[in-house]
């Protein structure tokens, strides 16, 4: 049997739900945008921060965001066609 991802179990050893999931994600996403924008501040202000590690912060949320961006299409798309199922 093989054991499940790092993450996926909160504490006494239920799985996590799927909107808790989403959230985790979702969350993560918005750490990420935070981060970029925290770092952008500190260049602004002329703190000691080199341009690269900014312009990685904001690349990192960006391409977050175009990924949970296709991962809501997906599952959009997926949700419209059962829904044109005939039963």
């Known amino acids: 049997m093989e054991k499940p991802a790092v993450g996926n179990k909160v ?3 239920m799985p996590k739900s799927f909107s808790a999931f989403l ?4 969350n ?3 750490d990420l945008h ?5 770092a952008a501040a ?3 202000a002329g703190k000691a921060i ?12 960006g391409i977050a965001t175009q990924l949970t961006l ?9 949700y419209q066609e ?6």
């Open 50 to 61: 080199d341009l690269h590690q900014v312009v990685i912060a904001s690349e990192k949320a």
């Open 34 to 38: 935070k981060q970029a924008d925290a």
């Open 42 to 44: 500190e260049l602004a």
């Open 70 to 78: 296709q991962v809501r299409n997906k599952v959009m798309e997926a």
């Open 82 to 87: 059962i829904m044109r199922m005939q039963v």
């Open 28 to 30: 993560h996403v918005n």
């Open 23 to 26: 959230q985790d994600a979702l």
């Open 11 to 13: 504490s006494e050893g």
